[in-house]
T-cell receptor, first 112, second 113 residues
Framework: TQLLEQSPQFLSIQEGENLTVYCNSS?????LQWYRQEPGEGPVLLVT?????EVKKLKRLTFQFGDARKDSSLHITAAQPGDTGLYLC????????????FGSGTQLTVLP | GAGVSQTPSNKVTEKGKYVELRCDPI?????LYWYRQSLGQGPEFLIY????????DSGLPNDRFFAVRPEGSVSTLKIQRTERGDSAVYLC???????????FGSGTRLTVV
């Protein structure tokens, strides 16, 4: 079973601060995705990273896939209250498998 | 449709009853997934369909859970003899044949009392 551990589990910061969320595994993934989920809604895809060492930027969000494709990080610069939500990483094991394994999530609260 | 539609959005049922949860995926998405999510946790995989057939049902917790997708579009998750531990949000997602990402529905919140 491939597990993804996210840290921290909870994060509460002030508007304008920077933060990093980590997603770690002992297993290799062919690709890794980050989702954000708001209360009462399903997760929404933010980004997919597929190459070891890849870095993708989405406005104030920077995503990195580890060189060994076992870990990833999400960095948010100058957080805003609208960034509040549950951030989930999810890995695709590779081969013919199409089902994602999700991490336990990081609940981010950005205070105005 | 424009997005993944799940009905009902909320379902309260008594312990021991039978429930059906419906998912209508994005048109053209051949893959369909069911996940279960407890409060503040990540989604837990239940079953995955490729077309009409279940490609992987290894996440179904026991034989009280069953899912079908008879025409390769709409799917129904069926839970028999519901237990209080089945209470959770049941999420459905679909994906295109070539894409990586899932599009999720808003989920069905199931409460067993």
């Amino acid at each position: 079973t491939q597990l993804l551990e996210q840290s921290p589990q909870f994060l509460s910061i002030q508007e304008g601060e920077n933060l990093t969320v980590y997603c770690n595994s002992s297993s290799v993934f062919s690709s890794l995705q980050w989702y954000r989920q708001e209360p009462g809604e399903g997760p929404v895809l933010l980004v997919t990273v597929v190459t070891g060492g890849e870095v993708k930027k989405l406005k104030r969000l920077t995503f990195q896939f580890g060189d060994a494709r076992k870990d990833s990080s999400l960095h948010i610069t100058a957080a805003q209250p609208g960034d509040t939500g549950l951030y989930l990483c999810a890995g695709l094991p590779g081969g013919s498998a199409r089902q994602l394994t999700f991490g336990s999530g990081t609940q981010l609260t950005v205070l105005p | 449709g424009a997005g993944v539609s799940q009905t009902p959005s909320n379902k309260v049922t008594e312990k021991g009853k039978y429930v059906e949860l419906r998912c209508d995926p994005i048109s053209g998405h051949t893959a369909l997934y069911w996940y279960r999510q407890s409060l503040g946790q990540g989604p837990e995989f239940l079953i995955y369909f490729q077309g009409t057939g279940a490609a992987d049902d290894s996440g179904l917790p026991n034989d009280r859970f069953f899912a079908v997708r008879p025409e390769g579009s709409v799917s129904t998750l069926k839970i028999q003899r519901t237990e209080r531990g089945d209470s959770a949000v049941y999420l459905c997602a679909s994906s295109s044949p070539t894409g990586y990402g899932y599009t999720f529905g808003s989920g069905t919140r199931l409460t067993v009392v």
